[in-house]
């Protein structure tokens, strides 16, 4: 099972670090992906990080998200700087046992409830 939380209401250039926590899984045996949904939009890939601690990001928030994972804790974190309206979304974790770098939703198995970003203007 996997929980997120993190999410909140920040103004554009802040700062919001995401928590994905899992039970009945060690993070660290997977690819742990986010994903998030906007309104009206399909879910996207947002950032991964592989069982060997890659990672692997989408276009859109390189440079400014950063996916790491605390092993003791299993737990995976997004931590998302200068951040924009257009990163407002439901965002998501999921973990996944394909192998390379999945990045489509349907390559993941399993999913955590979102947590809400709202990045206003």
């Known amino acids: 099972q996997l929980q997120a939380s993190g999410g909140g209401l920040v103004q554009a250039g802040g700062s919001l670090r995401l928590s994905c926590a899992a039970s009945?899984?060690?993070?660290?045996?997977?690819?742990m992906g986010w994903f998030r949904q906007a309104p009206g939009k399909e879910r996207e890939f947002v950032a991964a990080?592989?069982?060997?601690?890659?990672?692997y990001y989408a276009d859109s928030v390189k440079g400014r998200f950063t996916c790491s994972r605390r092993n003791a804790e299993n737990t995976v974190y997004l931590q998302m700087n200068s951040l924009k309206p257009e990163d407002t979304a439901v965002y998501y974790c999921a973990k996944t046992s394909r192998v390379g770098m999945p990045m489509s939703p349907d390559e993941y198995n399993s999913w955590g409830q979102g947590t809400l970003v709202t990045v206003s203007s």
């Open positions: 990080i592989r069982w060997n601690s890659a990672t």
């Open positions: 009945g899984v060690r993070v660290s045996n997977y690819n």
